[in-house]
């Protein structure tokens, strides 16, 4: 049987069991912070286990996607090397809610494998295993299903902990949990392997292909078991291991799901089909990075777009070893729609995304992969001992954008073994680098060294009273600061805010006895304020009493637009889905600006949909709460926060309504009424998968809707028009300018009929034929075709060139007269006229057209005309 047919033969089954076929759910689990990716086919039933959601049904079966490459169920490094792991595979389930249990869940599995009508597999290659402590499964094997004791199995907690064990099943350390029953597949005495439980249970004549696992618990996270409210079942069979028994063949990749896509592979990579071990790591990872992809995951330095750029990067390097030239690997896309986008039509739906996601990071890759690998193989070379030291894994990671599973991959495959606290000691001092660098502004902060700390009182003042702790002067610590000198000034306390997470630093002026500092712009370094500026009058010393006042203005226009930032990064992920992330923001008076993961430009209906969406919440005018507390609550609180950033011990989460919340240590409105109005005003990218969105809001928004007002008029007023009827105005205007081109057209096409009837007296006869090849300047394509035609008809045997230079370019049409077709092509002719003048051309053996951009070289093309014919008859 195909894959196909067992997967259609699996779901039929289990329908005629009164079970309600339901679709696979998205690799990306829903609510479900636990998991990093879908799998098993239980996932999208938890809540149904656990007794938190009621569903229509009460059993159900399913094909599920899976993928295990990231977290702790993570199949990665073994990809390639053996015969059943995978990153993506498909998981044939059967499930009970509250419904039958242990009995009929045993029944079913024996019959769709063992019954002539389903699978047929011969009862005594099947071997049976249960927890050592389920007597209730071991006695419905034995006495009602037949099972002889010797291929019966208990197993116990064999994993070193209670409930520890290769048949007790846990989602995860916390979640649904029970005994299970495995069935195992006796591929005969010829593959060495013994049976479970035994010292031989590692070799490949015993395999795995059903288990059924009876949902009996909730493990909470302090290991306790809590009995479910009904006991349910979860089984799961992949389909591949099925397939590879169906097919008779021991390893999954010998089977029809894998055999299109290793061709496509190699076809792809320009090798053979050997049974190559990396052949088959390229052949795994398409399908794992076709199906994220297709399900919203883009790559990225976290989270899931992480793991999918290690498997692209691997697949790439793989592909490398084979010798692959150039981006391959999306080549295969085709092949993995071809064999399963029947069965998943995202896949179809998808495919050009897919392929343009995979080849813009393999493009990326390929850019500092080649160079990597010969620094690699250089620190190889020259390593002492078997430990890659964390400073070379590191180096590749930084400069080179391997990430330390790709250099482990290599080394594993060399026997060596990763400095991994080493690497992250040498990624701790380039944070800490990167933060040490970061400067905005006047570029003070490399200079000025500050040893005191500033307290921030500006969440709930612009203004307030302050001593002068620190002055600076050109980098270095000064007692005075005189009228018209630039400086830092450094406060015991400041409502200034200090330029951080994309909101510009506050600006203001500081008011002494003896003078007044104007201050330009705040920066931070260490726990200490930096007020950049100039002293505006009198003289500033330390120690002195001052009094502080930000700009209250341009502070509040600035709060409207970083509250605006929080609640369209939320309507971004509404929008356009889960794996919108910011990537960097900048916010001031003026507008917002906000980039962020995503990796095609966003139609216009999307951005409507957004500022629909942010005006909505706008106008509902919620609360915008803050609340300090610890990262882990915080988390709890689904608040989100930047991939890389380094939050304390105590961190800020602002919430606005139930629509966002993130964590934030900057300046916000303090109801979203206050922004007033979202207004986008642009759209596009800025690296590969990265776009950015610039706003507008409150004063800003009106005055940008006041513009656009007056250029509507403005425009109306041109065309004798009114804002009411400007679209039938410029309507009009539009189509009258289209019947004055279609006039002309004609015009044209009547001066070159005249013209015509001169030409044809020119044309010159080569062995019987009619030849003709003219320039006529200013003429479009248009015109010259009609030309050509009329000249065929007033040639008869004829073979003819036309030219021009219009608008800059070169225009070329080629006729000749049907009888000539055999001996001479108007299309071979094209090909040599364009080539001439820096172009390309082609067309029907009658007519063709062309054109280039080397007007120089028109007469030369022209004269090709004769030689051409010549040659040809």
Known sequence: ???????????????????????????????????????????????????????????????????????????????????????????????????????????????????????????????????????????????????????????????????ASDNFWTMGDTGPCGPCTEIFYDHGADIWGGPPGSPEEDGDRYIEIWNNVFMQFNRTADGVLHPLPAPSVDTGMGLERISAVLQHVHSNYEIDLFQSLLTASANAIGCTNDNQASLKVVADHIRSCGFLVADGVLPSNEGRGYVLRRIIRRACRHGNKLGAKGSFFYQIVGALVAEMGEAFPELKSQQAHIERVLKAEEEQFAKTLEQGLKILEQDLAELKG??????????????????????????????????????????????????????????????????????????????????????????????????????????????????????????????????????????????????????????????????????????????????????????????????????????????????????????????????????????????????????ETAKQKGAMALFGEKYGDSVRVLSMGDFSVELCGGIHANRTGDIGLLKIISEGGVASGVRRIEAVTGAAALAYLNAAEEQLKEAANLVKGSRENLIDKLSAVLERNRLLEKQLEQLQAKAASAAGDDLSASALDVKGVKVLAVRLDGQDGKALLALVDQLKNKLGRAVILLGSVHEEKVVLVAGVTKDLTGQLKAGDLMKQAAAAVGGKGGGRPDMAQGGGIDAGALDAALALTVPFVEQGL
């Open 1 to 163: 049987m195909k894959s196909a047919e067992i997967r259609e033969a699996f779901l039929r089954f289990f329908e005629e069991q009164g079970h309600t076929r339901v679709a696979s759910s998205s690799l990306i689990p829903g609510n479900d912070p636990t998991l990093l990716f879908t799998n098993a086919g239980m996932n999208q039933f938890k809540d149904c286990f656990l007794g938190q959601e009621k569903r229509a049904y009460t059993r159900a079966v399913s094909s599920q996607k899976c993928v295990r490459a990231g977290g702790k169920h993570n199949d990665l490094e073994n990809v390639g090397y053996t015969a059943r792991h995978h990153t993506f595979f498909e998981m044939l389930g059967n499930f009970s809610f509250g419904d039958y249990f242990k009995r009929d869940a045993i029944s079913y599995a024996w019959n769709f494998l063992t019954s002539d009508k389903w699978l047929n597999l011969p009862k005594e290659k099947l071997w049976v295993t249960v927890y050592a402590s389920d007597d209730e499964a071991y006695d419905i094997w034995t006495k009602e299903i037949g099972v002889p004791a010797e291929r019966m199995v208990r197993i116990g907690d064999n994993k070193g902990a209670p409930y």
């Open 386 to 631: 078997d430990v890659v030291p964390g400073d070379v894994v590191f180096k590749l990671y930084d400069t080179y954008g391997f990430p330390m599973d790709l250099t482990g991959d290599i080394a594993r495959e060399r026997n060596l073994t990763l400095d991994e606290a080493g690497f992250e000691r040498e990624m701790e001092a380039q944070r800490v680098r990167a933060r040490s660098a970061s400067s905005f502004g006047m570029d003070y902060n490399s200079l000025v060294k500050v040893d005191v700390a500033t307290e921030f009182t500006g969440y709930k003042a612009t203004s307030g009273s302050a001593k002068v702790v620190g002055l600076y002067k050109e980098g270095q610590a000064v007692d005075v600061l005189s009228e018209g000198e630039e400086g830092v000034v450094v406060l015991d306390q400041t409502p200034f805010y200090a330029e951080s997470g994309g909101q510009i630093g506050d600006s203001g002026y500081l008011q002494a006895s003896g003078g007044r500092f104007d201050v330009r712009d705040t920066t931070k370094t260490g726990g200490a304020f930096l007020h950049h500026g100039v002293l505006a009058s009198g003289s500033l010393t330390i120690g002195a009493p001052v009094e502080t006042h930000v700009e209250a203005e341009v502070r509040n226009a600035t709060a409207l637009n970083h509250s605006a930032t929080h609640l369209l990064h939320a309507a971004l992920r509404k929008v356009l889905g889960e794996h919108v992330q910011q990537k960097g923001s900048l916010v001031d008076s003026q507008r917002l600006r906000f980039d962020f993961s995503h990796f095609e430009a966003i139609k216009p209906e999307q951005l409507k949909a957004l500022e629909d969406i942010v005006n909505a919440e706008i106008r509902k005018n919620s609360p915008v709460e803050t609340e300090e507390t610890d990262i």
